[in-house]
């Protein structure tokens, strides 16, 4: 047997071990607090219901009206005269809203244009070079009741903009 295979499967029952023996020798009442804090999970999970039920209804919004479509294809020629395929422009969109839209997105992508090609290639690094800003900023900043998330806003998308920018130089330079 591998040393990775026997450490893997060691690993979590050495943890649940150690985080016994600690409650122990510092007389915390783990069963109870372990109880309090999945109460405190379902209470948080209940109050984010509404935020991910907003997120989930303005995006199938987005998709089902055509808009995305009609954005895309008014873009297009400027897009294409720069270098960048318009075909990636629903995964650059969604991808600070949904992480499962855009990964979505991104295998239709793949599938569509094979893996090794320039769409493939640009897709697979887009999604991993930005983030879920929109969809991160609601539900965590929802969570713990911020309500001024401006900045917050602004650095994310920013940073989502810049590696959508990077994403199409880098994958232009090594696979163009």
């Known amino acids: 047997m591998e040393l990775v295979t026997i450490v893997s499967a060691w690993l979590v029952p050495c943890f649940i071990l150690i985080v016994l023996a ?3 020798i510092k007389k915390v009442p783990a069963y109870e607090v372990f109880v309090e804090g999945g109460k405190e999970g379902v209470k948080m999970a209940f109050s984010l219901l509404p935020f991910l039920v907003g997120m989930i209804v303005a995006i199938a919004i987005l998709r089902s009206s055509g808009a995305l479509e009609a954005f895309i294809d008014l873009l297009a020629p400027i897009l294409t005269a720069i270098g960048v395929p318009p075909d990636i422009i629903p995964l650059a969109l969604v991808r600070p809203i949904s992480g499962t839209a855009a990964l979505g997105m991104t295998t239709e992508l793949i ?6 090609s320039f769409i493939g290639r640009l897709a697979s690094v887009m999604q991993g070079s930005t983030d879920t800003t929109l969809y991160i900023l609601t539900i965590y900043f929802g969570a713990i009741g911020i309500k001024k ?20 130089i880098i ?6």
């Open 22 to 24: 600690t409650s122990i």
């Open 111 to 116: 599938h569509t244009h094979g893996p090794d």
């Open 171 to 176: 994958v232009s330079i090594l696979f163009g």
């Open 149 to 168: 998330m401006r900045y917050a806003l602004k650095v994310g998308l920013l940073a989502d903009l810049i590696g959508i920018i990077a994403s199409v």
